[in-house]
């Protein structure tokens, strides 16, 4: 196996309108059967992905979200969301769903994975990445 | 009979609504559907042009767009007319062509 990467799932997509969404949380699941280090990032409208309360039966379509609340449990360990992007949508972290991650072989859990955070955070993130892959 | 403009992109991301509310007569209605209805939200960076559209147009949002998005009836803003697909069959009818803006 070669070297762990920091892999980066960078979410600016709503849900439902188009498909970026689903098809991003397809690939991270995909790729967290590979071992890699992995997080990401929602901004703009990629944030309204973690909006609590989806109820879809009304469009016909599948409430995906609630796959985002088992992605701790898939190796995720890190879900940032740029602050500015819920500021400008009216939405605060309370409006957010939680996501819990817990780590099998050394019990070391977190109640929470989703951290609101500013710009030169999100910068941080982005530039540390090995790899980012854009929805 | 007036028009009936739709508008199924967010505010946030594509300018289908600015471009919507620049070329929308007063008196025409207009129906935010699929992601357009992220505009309808009080507190985002577009509630002011929203609520001067009020000032010239009716504004209609598709409620079952709204609760699949999470978005609950009180976080629509005032006097935004929330309708469901049976409602907007009615708008259609009773409206003279519908103009999308996509």
Same mark, same amino acid.
């Given at each position: 196996m070669s070297e762990i990467k920091n892999f980066l799932y960078l979410n600016r997509r709503a849900p439902y309108g188009t498909i970026y969404a689903w098809e991003s949380l397809e690939v991270v699941l995909i790729g967290a059967a590979f071992d890699q280090k992995v997080s990401l990032l929602f901004a703009d409208d990629g944030v309204y992905q973690l909006v609590k309360g989806q109820d879809t039966p009304g469009i016909q379509?599948?409430?995906?979200?609630?796959t985002y609340r088992t992605l701790g449990d898939y190796g995720v360990r890190y879900m940032y969301v740029d602050r500015k992007s819920l500021q400008d949508r009216g939405l605060?972290?309370?409006?957010l769903m939680q996501v819990a991650w817990e780590d099998m072989e050394s019990d070391d859990a977190v109640d929470n994975i989703v951290e609101v955070i500013d710009s030169a955070k999100a910068a941080e993130v982005l530039a540390g990445a090995d790899v980012v892959f854009s929805f | 009979m007036s028009d009936l403009h739709t508008v199924n992109k967010s505010p946030l991301e594509k300018n289908a609504l600015d471009s919507c509310l620049r070329f929308a007569t007063a008196g025409s209605s207009i129906l935010l559907i699929?992601?357009?209805?992220?505009? #309808? *939200?009080?507190?985002? #960076? *577009?509630e002011g042009a929203i609520r001067g559209a009020l000032g010239k147009h009716k504004v209609y949002a598709l409620g079952p767009d709204l609760k699949a998005r999470g978005?609950?009836?009180?976080?629509v803003i005032d006097g935004v007319k929330l309708v469901d697909y049976a409602g907007f069959v009615d708008l259609v009818e009773t409206h003279g062509k519908v103009q999308a803006w996509l």
């Amino acid at each position: 196996m070669s070297e762990i990467k920091n892999f980066l799932y960078l979410n600016r997509r709503a849900p439902y309108g188009t498909i970026y969404a689903w098809e991003s949380l397809e690939v991270v699941l995909i790729g967290a059967a590979f071992d890699q280090k992995v997080s990401l990032l929602f901004a703009d409208d990629g944030v309204y992905q973690l909006v609590k309360g989806q109820d879809t039966p009304g469009i016909q379509m599948k409430n995906f979200s609630a796959t985002y609340r088992t992605l701790g449990d898939y190796g995720v360990r890190y879900m940032y969301v740029d602050r500015k992007s819920l500021q400008d949508r009216g939405l605060t972290e309370d409006d957010l769903m939680q996501v819990a991650w817990e780590d099998m072989e050394s019990d070391d859990a977190v109640d929470n994975i989703v951290e609101v955070i500013d710009s030169a955070k999100a910068a941080e993130v982005l530039a540390g990445a090995d790899v980012v892959f854009s929805f | 009979m007036s028009d009936l403009h739709t508008v199924n992109k967010s505010p946030l991301e594509k300018n289908a609504l600015d471009s919507c509310l620049r070329f929308a007569t007063a008196g025409s209605s207009i129906l935010l559907i699929e992601d357009g209805v992220y505009a #309808a *939200v009080k507190g985002t #960076a *577009v509630e002011g042009a929203i609520r001067g559209a009020l000032g010239k147009h009716k504004v209609y949002a598709l409620g079952p767009d709204l609760k699949a998005r999470g978005m609950k009836d009180d976080r629509v803003i005032d006097g935004v007319k929330l309708v469901d697909y049976a409602g907007f069959v009615d708008l259609v009818e009773t409206h003279g062509k519908v103009q999308a803006w996509l």
